[in-house]
């Protein structure tokens, strides 16, 4: 167990719809990362808080946002949600920015889009 | 777009034996990390070696790294059943962005 936390584990729906998804960072990691996994495209970093600000972005879409909230946690916005974006959404957590540090990665959510 | 490709693709390996694979990447970097994905799961971070950072050891790993050849290598001595899994490699070059490969699917047989 690493530590980081995300919700749901699973989740369904159709295209066009929109859905968040929910990442607990471990105690005391300032840090949260975003990544997607996907048959294709592989794992792809998506974007990168820092202590609720917003540091490095990554191969993310139009349609998804994220954001760092004070207590640390995050959520990744998917709206206008395609096939194409069913996937792995994994999280990762880490002490601080600028590294080199070891990220903490999350169970992921797997998103089937219908 | 992935910034290292790994090789091989896939291994098949007995257990005692050993397991190396193989990552390449095209630009500058910070530091290289290895990270472990067991079947649909979280990523566990194994190792991590900075650039000016030749060679590195923990437990049954062995990591190396060549900036010249823009290449790294991860050994895992004395394999067991329970090494079974997905190593990807990934780069930082800056930010803690890190870029992953392709990744190596590993398998060991009792």
């Known amino acids: 167990d690493s530590g980081v936390t995300q919700t749901p584990k699973h989740l369904i729906t159709a295209t066009g719809q929109r859905v968040t998804l929910r990442c607990s960072p471990r105690?005391?990691?300032?840090?949260v990362y975003w990544y997607q996994q996907s048959l294709d495209q592989g794992l792809q970093f998506l974007i990168h808080?820092?202590?609720?600000?917003?540091?490095a972005k990554g191969n993310i879409l139009e349609r998804f946002s994220a954001q760092q909230f004070p207590d640390l946690h995050s959520e990744l916005n998917l709206s206008s949600l395609e096939l194409g974006d069913s996937a792995l959404y994994f999280c990762a957590s880490s002490v601080a920015a600028g590294g080199p540090y070891e990220q903490f990665f999350g169970p992921g959510t797997r998103l089937t889009v219908l | 777009s992935q910034q290292g490709e790994e090789d091989p693709q896939a291994l098949s390996i007995q257990e005692g034996e050993n397991a190396t694979m193989n990552c390449s990447y095209k630009t500058s970097i910070n530091n290289l990390q290895w990270y472990r994905q067991n079947s649909g799961r979280g990523l566990v971070h194994l190792i991590l070696?900075?650039?000016?950072?030749r060679e590195k050891h923990s437990g049954r790993l062995r990591v190396t790294l060549d900036t010249s050849k823009k290449s790294s290598s991860l050994l895992i001595t004395a394999s067991r059943a329970a090494d079974t899994a997905s190593y990807f490699c990934?780069?930082?070059?800056?930010?803690?962005?890190?870029?992953f490969g392709t990744g190596t699917r590993l398998l060991v047989s009792p």
């Open positions: 105690s005391g990691d300032l840090s």
């Open positions: 070696i900075r650039s000016n950072e």
């Open positions: 990934a780069t930082d070059t800056g930010f803690q962005k890190l870029v």
């Open positions: 808080y820092y202590n609720g600000e917003e540091r």
